[in-house]
C-alpha cells in the first residue's frame, strides 16, 4: 500500500477503534454504580474497634439488618384512633418490605413518647439492598402516611436512602454540567464551533473507557468504590483530557502555520507534546497512587480508580484526538483557519506580564509569596473535625428531618445504639460506667427477645452484648464524642471492652482519615519531587516547585477556612476531604508548572534560565491558563450534586487550580527561576548557563 495512503489509513483506523469501543465500554462502564459501597464501616481498616464489634455481632443475632426507624409526629398528643392507625400502617410497611424480599426480622410495636407527641417503630430491612434501598424506603414513605400527623422513615435506612439519592446525578447532572461548561468555555476560548466538540469526545470517549476499567476493577475485588470516588474521578478523567487536548490542539495549530502538510505538522506537534503530557499525567498518576497508603478503603479505591482515569485521558489525547486532527486538518479550527507562512497577531497580554516579571522579578516575588502567606496563616484554623451526615445532604431530606423530630421526642440515639463488647465476668461494672458517660441515656444488655425483669444477656464465647443509647442524634459531632468519651472510660472498667456502631465507624473514620494527613502528605511530596527531578534533570527546580505548590494548597486551605466558616456557614468539614484536595492540588498544580518549565528548559539552553523562562511564560501563558480555567470550571461541577463534602472539594480543588494558574505559575515560579538564574538547573550542564549566542530582544517569542 502506497506510505500516502497509511497517512489518513492510520488515524481513521485509530478514530474506527475509539469510535466502535464506546458502545461496549458504556455498557461495561454503566455497571459501575451497581457496585458502590457507601456504608462508612465498609472501608474501615480491620483493625478498627468498631470494625471487631460488627464481625462479633453476627455471633449475637446472626441475621444482620439496617433499621428503617418508621416515626409519626403529632402536634398534641396521639389518641388511641390514630395509634390504632399507625399499627396499621407498620403492618403494611412490613408487607411491603416482605413483598420486596428485604424485610430481616420482626417489625417492633408502636412506641409513644414520654410527652405523648410521637410514635416510633422499628423495621428490621436486609443490609445488602444497594440500588434497591432507595425505592424501597420511597414506597414506604408513601405507605406511613396518617392523617392528623407528619410520617418520616429516618433512621439508617433513612439516612443511607436520601444519602444515595444525590448520587443519582453522578451519571447525569453531574457530567452534563462538566460538559456543558467546558464546552462553553472552549466556544469562547477558541471561537471554534468544531475544536470544542474534538477536545470533549475525547474526554468522553476516556470518561467511559475509564469507568469500564473501574468497573472490571470493583468487580474482581480489586478496588472499593464510592459514589464520592466515582464522582472525583469521573470529573478528574474529563478535566484531565480537555487539559492535555487543548495543548496538544494549540500545538498542532502553531505548527500548520509552519508547516504546509497537516501530516507533517502532526508529527511534529506529536514529538513536541507528548513528553510533557505523559510527565504531567504520570506526576498525577504517582500522586493518587499514594491514596493506596490510606487505611480508609474508601481513599484506597479513590487512588486506582483516579490513576487509570488520568491514564486514559492521556492515551485519548494522544492518539483519538490526534487522529482525529489528522483527518480534518485545518478545518478542525473553521473559520479561524490556521494559514500556512501566515503568523497571527501576537496577543500583548502574556507577554506584558513576562516583561514585568523580567524587569522586577524581586518585588514581584515578594508582593505574591506575601499573599499567599497572609491567606495560608488562616489554614489552621480549617475545620476538619467531621460533619454529621444528615449535615452533608443538602436540600430537603426526610430522613433527615426525621432524625430532627425524633430528638424533640426521644433519645435522638434510639434509631442507631452504640454497641458494647464486654467479657461476661465485667458487663455488669461496664454497662454501669457506660450508664455514668455523659451523653449516654441508656445502657441495656442484648438479651434477643424483648427485655424485662427477667431478660438474661446472650452470651456468646464468654461475651455479652450491651447496646447504649444515646442523647444525641448519632452521626452527630456530639455522638463522636461521647463515643469518644465511652472508650476512655471502659479501658478503666475493662480494657477488653470494645465499642462499636454507627457512630464509633464515624469516629474510626475520622481518625484513620486524620492519621492518613500524616502519613500521606509526605508520601506525595517525595514522590513529585523525584518525578520533577528526573523529569528536569535538576534538584534546585523540582525543591523550587514543590514548595510554591505547598504555599498555594496553604493559601487555598486558608481561603477555604474564611469562607466555609463566616460567609458559607458550613457545619465543618472532614479530614478525608482536605487530604483529598490536597493530593489532587499538588498533583495538578504541578502539572501547569511541568508544562512551563519544560519548555523554559528548552529556552534555557539558548538564552539562560532568566530569559528562558520570561519566554516560556510568553509562549504558554495563553493555553495554559485556557487549561487552568476548564479544569477549574470541571471540579466547579461538583457543587450541582446536592452534598457538602462534594461543593467542598469543588471550592477547594477549583479555587486551589485559579490560584497556581495565574499566581504561582504566571508570577512567583517565573520570578524566583529569574532571581536564581541559572543554578536553578543545578546539577545539570545548564547550570554554567548557555553556549555564547547573538544578543536577543527577550520577550518577542512570535519573532524567533
Known amino acids: 500500500m502506497p506510505r500516502r495512503s497509511l497517512r489518513w489509513l492510520l488515524p481513521l483506523l485509530i478514530l474506527l477503534v475509539w469510535l466502535g ?130 410520617s418520616f422513615v429516618t433512621g439508617p435506612a433513612g439516612i443511607f436512602a436520601d444519602f444515595s439519592r444525590a448520587f443519582e446525578g453522578i451519571d447525569g447532572l453531574l457530567l452534563l454540567a462538566a460538559f456543558g461548561v467546558v464546552l462553553v468555555i472552549l466556544l469562547i476560548v477558541y471561537r471554534s464551533p468544531l475544536l470544542p466538540l474534538l477536545v470533549i469526545a475525547t474526554a468522553g470517549l476516556a470518561l467511559t473507557a475509564a469507568n469500564a476499567v473501574a468497573y472490571l476493577l470493583a468487580d474482581g475485588g480489586v478496588i472499593t468504590v464510592n459514589g464520592q470516588s466515582q ?139 506575601a499573599a499567599l502567606m497572609a491567606a495560608a496563616v488562616f489554614a489552621p484554623t480549617y475545620d476538619a473535625d467531621g460533619i454529621p451526615i444528615s449535615d452533608a445532604i443538602r436540600g430537603e431530606s426526610n430522613g433527615v428531618a426525621g432524625q430532627e423530630a425524633l430528638g424533640r421526642h426521644f433519645d435522638a440515639g434510639a434509631g442507631s445504639p452504640t454497641v458494647i463488647v464486654a467479657p461476661e465476668d465485667s458487663w455488669p461494672a461496664v454497662a454501669e460506667v457506660a450508664a455514668a458517660t455523659d451523653g449516654v441515656a441508656a445502657v441495656a444488655p442484648f438479651t434477643g427477645g424483648p427485655p424485662g425483669p427477667g431478660a438474661r444477656p446472650v452470651v456468646v464465647d464468654g461475651l455479652v452484648r450491651l447496646d447504649a443509647t444515646l442523647d444525641v442524634a448519632p452521626d452527630s459531632v456530639a455522638a463522636i464524642e461521647t463515643v469518644q468519651n465511652l472508650r476512655t472510660a471502659l479501658d478503666d472498667a475493662d480494657p477488653e471492652a470494645i465499642v462499636g456502631g454507627e457512630t464509633a465507624s464515624n469516629l474510626d473514620a475520622r481518625e484513620s482519615a486524620a492519621r492518613d494527613l500524616r502519613v500521606i502528605i509526605p508520601s506525595v511530596l ?89 519566554r516560556a511564560l510568553a509562549v504558554t501563558g495563553g493555553v495554559i491558563t485556557s487549561a487552568g480555567l476548564v479544569l ?55 547550570a554554567k548557563g548557555p553556549a555564547p549566542v547573538a544578543a536577543e530582544r527577550v520577550l518577542e517569542p512570535a519573532q524567533r
Open 231 to 369: 464522582g472525583i474521578a469521573s470529573i478528574l478523567v474529563v478535566g484531565a483530557a480537555t487539559d492535555y487536548g487543548l495543548l496538544l490542539a494549540a500545538r498542532f495549530r502553531e505548527e500548520l502555520r509552519r508547516e504546509r502538510s497537516k501530516y507533517a505538522a502532526m508529527r511534529i506537534a506529536l514529538r513536541q507534546s507528548w513528553e510533557p503530557i505523559v510527565a504531567s499525567g504520570a506526576t498525577v498518576v504517582l500522586g493518587v497512587l499514594c491514596l493506596l497508603f490510606s487505611d480508609l478503603g474508601s481513599n484506597r479505591g479513590l487512588g486506582p480508580i483516579s490513576a487509570v482515569s488520568v491514564t486514559l485521558a492521556v492515551l485519548a489525547a494522544l492518539t483519538f484526538l490526534p487522529a482525529a486532527l489528522t483527518l480534518l486538518g485545518r478545518a478542525a479550527y473553521w473559520p479561524f483557519r490556521p494559514q500556512y507562512g501566515v503568523e497571527p497577531k501576537q496577543g500583548r497580554g502574556w507577554p506584558r506580564v513576562a516583561a514585568l516579571v523580567g524587569r522586577r522579578p524581586r518585588r514581584v516575588l515578594l508582593v505574591s509569596v
Open 526 to 614: 517525595v514522590v513529585i519531587t523525584l518525578v520533577l527531578a528526573l523529569l528536569l534533570r535538576s534538584l534546585v527546580a523540582p525543591l523550587l516547585l514543590v514548595a510554591t505548590v505547598v504555599l498555594s494548597v496553604g493559601a487555598t486551605v486558608g481561603v477555604a477556612a474564611l469562607l466555609f466558616d463566616g460567609v458559607f456557614a458550613f457545619p465543618g468539614s472532614d479530614p478525608a476531604i482536605l487530604l483529598i484536595a490536597f493530593v489532587f492540588l499538588v498533583a495538578l498544580g504541578i502539572d501547569y508548572n511541568i508544562f512551563l518549565m519544560t519548555r523554559a528548559r528548552e529556552e534555557s539552553a539558548r538564552h539562560g534560565a532568566k530569559s528562558g523562562v520570561l
Open 632 to 686: 477549574a470550571a470541571t471540579f466547579g461541577a461538583l457543587s450541582v450534586l446536592p452534598l457538602l463534602f462534594l461543593v467542598q472539594m469543588a471550592f477547594l480543588v477549583g479555587f486551589g487550580v485559579l490560584l497556581d494558574t495565574f499566581v504561582v505559575r504566571s508570577l512567583v515560579v517565573p520570578a524566583a527561576v529569574a532571581i536564581i538564574g541559572d543554578t536553578v538547573w543545578w546539577p545539570s550542564t545548564l
Open 21 to 150: 469501543s464506546a458502545a461496549p465500554l458504556s455498557a461495561l462502564g454503566a455497571k459501575l454504580t451497581g457496585l458502590q459501597e457507601n456504608d462508612i464501616a465498609a472501608f474501615l481498616p480491620d483493625s478498627a474497634e468498631s470494625t471487631r464489634v460488627q464481625e462479633l455481632q453476627t455471633s449475637f443475632q446472626p441475621t444482620e439488618s439496617i433499621p428503617a426507624l418508621l416515626l409519626w409526629e403529632s402536634d398534641g398528643a396521639v389518641d388511641q384512633a390514630t395509634l390504632g392507625a399507625i399499627g396499621e400502617r407498620i403492618a403494611e410497611a412490613t408487607a411491603v418490605a416482605e413483598e420486596a424480599g428485604a424485610l430481616a426480622g420482626e417489625p417492633s410495636p408502636p412506641i409513644p413518647s414520654e410527652d405523648g407527641e410521637a410514635v416510633q417503630a422499628f423495621l428490621p430491612l436486609a443490609p445488602d439492598l444497594s440500588d434497591d434501598l432507595l425505592p424501597l424506603v420511597e414506597e414506604l414513605r408513601a405507605t406511613i402516611g396518617v392523617e392528623g400527623t407528619e
